[in-house]
């Protein structure tokens, strides 16, 4: 992953567009095709690294699994051997529970794969052993002993489910019986396997770290696990979903699968390979897991992937800050130009705020008021609309001034111009008449009189009620109402003073009427 020297070229071409007239947004769309491309090719390498890595190991696993198996089954294969040539010596031996004890021991001694070696009678009772002290037990309870006598075969290599034996060691047992002259069971020779020897073989498997291998009899029940974990011997594999029910469920002999292990909890790669030996006329089969922790296989390509995104991140933000400095030193002689511009159009701006706005509320003042009133008075006469002009005054006004100064007061105006806003249809004016007065104007309501009578009434209750709500001014928390004075204007033409003055008196009929109320003049007189 190493950016090619004609990439940075074509990456240097883009941001050094200046002198061409070609339009920025074409240049910026070229270089991001050029990072675009190049983040591609750093994707779909790290893809493709990441795909071979996975193959990687999933072959590697595969092959330690296969490796265990090929091992394990040469162990059945010399135990099924030596527990037929036991078999063999029996009929010789079996008046000799000494001598036949030392040929045990002898047998054991050369395998190492074998714990313990014991001939026991149809009855389950041990008749010779390699360990003097199990000769004499009754082993009739035993499963692996009720498994065999439930349908003996001499010509069946059993073996058993996991177990812990009376020493106190989980393992289980290669079986092999032999039968009396009348057909019935006579002897069971069995072999316990040690679990040290195989913990050497699962172990020798291991390259890495965060390996662990697992060998479980195909009924479900862990029998050997590496790392040693023996708070899991035993546990019960086969549950829905699991990957050992999904390795069972497929029916192949290697499986290699990605999901939680049961036994660690954690996200894993697996491969199983069923131990299975039909040359034996093996009863029973064994899995072997080896398996190992996704985030551990692909940490190197985690690594390469921060540098490949490191370097997408820095190629693209070294192409982006050259193409806008590019474009920056173009823009200085324009930035001066529009600086002049904008200096200019800021003083106009002002010069009309100040000469149309309220400079404490930002509402129109009353020479921009009048100013739209003519308009509207002329455009309500034309269409034959009626529209309503409300004065508004502010209750008790001054004595908050008094009490807590003309900043609360000030703060209070503005409250006031911003609920008047909120309540307010495109098209309609709210403005600051003077002092604590404020005035609206509602255009254009409706063709009927009545019908316009009662709207400007609805806006003027909204009105009302909005600015008789709590205001907040700072952390004072202040009750404030407004009288209210409607009239209608447009029916026919007449002076702007003479629908302000109507306005006006019915503004302070409602102060005289008891405050927080709205009075209205609904004819043009």
């Known amino acids: 992953m190493i950016v090619s020297t004609s990439v940075i070229t074509g990456m240097r071409h883009t941001m050094a567009l200046s002198g061409i007239n070609i339009p920025r947004r074409t240049q910026w769309l070229v270089l991001l095709t050029v990072l675009l491309f190049f983040a ?16 990687e190991q999933q072959e590697r696993l595969t092959t330690k699994a296969r490796v265990i198996d090929e091992n394990i089954l040469r162990q059945f294969e010399g135990v099924a051997n030596a527990l037929r040539s036991v078999l063999g010596d029996l009929p010789i031996l079996q008046d000799s529970p000494g001598l036949l004890s030392l040929r045990l ?38 499963a692996y002993v009720a498994m065999v006598s439930q349908a003996p075969d001499p010509d069946v290599l059993y073996l058993s489910k996991p177990f812990e034996t009376v020493l106190g060691v989980y393992s289980m047992n290669l079986m092999r019986v032999s039968m009396s002259g009348d057909g019935r069971l006579a002897h069971i020779v069995t072999a316990t396997l040690d679990p040290e020897f ?6 020798s498997v291991r390259f890495a770290g965060d390996v662990w291998v697992a060998l479980a009899h195909v009924e479900g029940q862990l029998a050997l696990h590496f790392p040693d974990r023996p708070e899991l011997l035993g546990t019960n594999l086969i ?78 933000a070294v192409a982006a800050l050259g193409l806008w400095r590019t474009h920056r030193t173009q823009d200085k002689t324009l930035e001066a130009l529009a600086h002049e511009e904008a200096l200019r159009l800021k003083a106009e701006e002002e010069v009309r705020q ?71 249809r495109q098209g309609d ?8 007065e404020f005035v609206v104007m509602l255009a254009e309501l409706s063709a009927d009189a009545d019908e316009a009578a009662r709207r400007a009434t609805v806006v003027a209750e909204k009105i ?3 600015l008789a709500r709590d205001y907040d001014l700072d952390g004072l928390h202040y009750r404030c109402t407004a009288s209210l004075g409607v009239t209608l204007f447009g029916g026919k033409e007449e002076s702007l003073d003479g629908i302000i003055q ?10 005289a009427s008891g405050r927080n109320s709205i009075h209205g003049s609904w004819s043009l007189t």
């Open 40 to 55: 591609g090719l750093v994707a779909s390498t790290l893809y493709f690294e990441r795909v071979r890595l996975t193959q």
């Open 105 to 142: 021991k002898a047998l054991s001694d050369a395998m190492p794969g074998v714990r313990t070696v014991n001939v026991l009678e149809a009855s389950g009772r041990v008749l010779a052993s390699n360990r003097d002290n199990l000769v004499g037990r009754d082993f009739s309870g035993r």
């Open 198 to 203: 195989f913990e050497v073989l699962l172990s």
């Open 239 to 316: 549950q829905p979903g699991s990957l050992f029910s999904q390795h069972i469920d497929s029916g192949a002999r290697s499986t290699f699968l990605s999901g939680t292990a049961r036994t660690t909890g954690q996200k894993t790669w697996m491969a199983q390979r069923t131990i299975s030996a039909p040359e034996l006329n093996m009863r029973g089969a064994l899995v072997v897991a080896v398996a190992r922790s996704p985030d551990e296989a692909l940490k190197q390509w985690w690594f390469l992937a921060w540098i490949g995104a490191g370097m997408v991140l820095a190629v693209s």
């Open 354 to 424: 100040m000469a149309f706005y309220d400079h404490l509320t930002q509402l129109p003042n009353r020479r921009l008021l009048l100013d739209r009133l003519a308009q509207l008075m002329a455009l309500s006469v034309r269409h034959g609309r009626y529209s309503a002009l409300v004065f508004l005054d502010l209750d008790g006004f001054k004595l908050l001034n008094d009490q807590y100064g003309h900043d609360k007061g000030d703060r209070l105006l503005q409250a006031v111009a911003q609920r008047l806003q909120a309540e307010l």
């Open 429 to 436: 004016t709210a403005a600051r008449w003077a002092g604590d």
């Open 464 to 466: 009302r009620a909005s």
């Open 502 to 511: 109507r306005a006006d008196r019915m503004m302070y009929e409602a102060k």
